[in-house]
């Protein structure tokens, strides 16, 4: 199955579904390494959280392609999809699933 | 459709279309973050520029799966697709695009 | 051909097949950009070195989509695949390799 995001800011990507601390964690470290204020930012139009989120966006990532087995994810034990806000108000996000194989 | 580029130094990623400061910001924040001359580069025979190229093509990944409808690519308002150099003079670059589905 | 891995601490990716310090170099780079003991991590329980594996297996990705032609990989001449370990001590690890196409 592939999942797409139709936005540049927001991203989709796979990692730890049980413990909350590691989405929080993710959040704090691309904050600590995609800051806002970057003195080589030119694009600044839309806010300081802007050319941020452009950057962490492609970084992460804009579409997951998954296995399926018996109607099923295949999946890790461990393994969820973790949509990703990277503005501080982000609004509606829109995907596209599509399904692939017989 | 996917694509896929054919070099460990040159990336596919998608991002804003209409301002071309994003782009230059882009290359700004990648070469702030995956520097040339890193103390920790072994890799440095085929010049300062090259272990970098590296470095950014897998962060920024060599392909994109993209949705389809109706005969064409189902992106969103702002997405373009970016085709990333990261060497300084990187010649020609190859890619393949493949269409899945009926 | 798509490879996926059920982890979220170890990543597919594509680089240079040839020099064995791209790999090497690579660790170094991914360990000094993501380090152990960042002061914003919250989730320790596991270890110092599972987070950071965490972090570094999203930026990576989890997943690689590569096409085929005539039976065969259809690769760069110089990319091969790395399969990322993340963790010191990764133990086994699980893929799924999925063909679509005719």
Redesign the interface.
């Known amino acids: 199955m592939?999942l797409?995001?139709?936005?540049?800011s927001a991203s989709l990507?796979?990692?730890?579904n049980a413990?909350p601390?590691?989405r929080?964690?993710?959040e704090?470290?691309f904050n600590?390494?995609?800051p806002e204020d970057?003195p080589?930012?030119?694009?600044t139009?839309e806010g300081p959280d802007d050319?941020p989120a452009?950057?962490k966006?492609?970084?992460?990532?804009?579409?997951?392609?998954?296995?399926v087995k018996d109607g099923a994810l295949?999946?890790?034990?461990?393994?969820g999809i973790?949509l990703c806000e990277h503005r501080d108000r982000g609004g509606r996000r829109?995907l596209?699933a599509?399904l692939?194989?017989e």
């Open positions: 592939h797409f995001i139709h936005h540049t990507t796979l990692n730890e413990s601390e590691v929080a964690d993710f704090r470290h600590a390494t995609v970057a080589y930012y030119r694009h139009l050319m452009h950057l966006g492609s970084i992460l990532g804009f579409s997951l392609t998954l296995p295949l999946l890790g034990t461990w393994q973790y829109t596209t599509t692939t194989g």
